[in-house]
């Protein structure tokens, strides 16, 4: 998951993610403010937005407004220190408003966690195959399958969403640090790593093409 936060700064963000990190596979953006935002968002795609408030609304309206339009499905957390505004944040569509938790970075990666908690996992355990993200081991009826570096976060990145068909873009935006250098067939080459691997142990495949679209987990 690619996260994007706004406003906040280097130290909070540093711990933030460390948070973050116990309960999801995520990389953690850092713009300073809305202007700063623009430029992460035009290129990149975010599953979520955290921004804390500057108190100018039409901008912070407009921006909202930007990134819903970009990808719908992109959440969006508010941090305010005036709790009369969080109706108006409300209005605007955001997903939460959260009051006050600023300097509490294992609070808000609670709220965090609360709102993506659908892509929340620290294993997938499908029958015979399970896959232990905190530990990065995959096993299958009790057999050891070695997947490292990407292509274990490949594999758990769509484990965790399974059936949802992901595009190569949207597999890169979400793994990697600058994923304006990395190339499709970053992606293929991995996807290709994992089929080899799983098929040999399992014996088929569960990571399935889907015609011009992308690529999706299906056991």
């Not at 906040?8 to 990389?27: G, Q, T």
């Not at 957390?77 to 294992?106: A, C, M, R, W, Y």
Request: charged share 30%; glycine share 4%; aromatic share 10%.
């Amino acid at each position: 998951m690619r996260i994007l936060t706004i406003g906040f700064d280097d130290e909070y963000v540093k711990k933030l993610s460390e948070e973050l990190k116990k309960y999801f596979i995520c990389i953690v953006d850092n713009a300073k403010n809305l202007y700063d935002a623009t430029n992460f968002t035009d290129f990149r795609h975010y599953e979520l937005v955290i921004v804390v408030d500057e108190g100018v609304k039409f901008s912070l309206e407009r921006y909202v407004n930007e990134v819903k339009r970009k990808k719908s499905e992109t959440k969006i957390i508010i941090l305010t220190s005036n709790p009369k505004s969080q109706i108006v944040h409300f209005s605007l569509g955001v997903d939460d408003v959260i009051h006050n938790h600023t300097d509490e970075p294992d609070l808000l990666a609670a709220r965090v966690l609360a709102n993506m908690r659908q892509l929340f996992g620290t294993k997938v355990d499908i029958g015979k195959l399970v896959i232990d993200i905190t530990n990065k081991k995959i096993e299958y009826d009790q057999k050891i399958v070695s997947l490292n570096g990407k292509t274990f976060d490949i594999l758990a990145y769509l484990a965790l969403r399974k059936q949802r068909v992901f595009s190569k873009d949207e597999i890169i935006n979400a793994l990697w640090e600058e994923p304006e250098y990395v190339s499709d067939n970053t992606v293929e080459v991995a996807i290709n790593q994992i089929r080899k691997r799983l098929k040999s142990i399992l014996g088929f495949q569960v990571i399935h093409t889907v015609r011009r679209r992308g690529y999706k987990f299906s056991y």
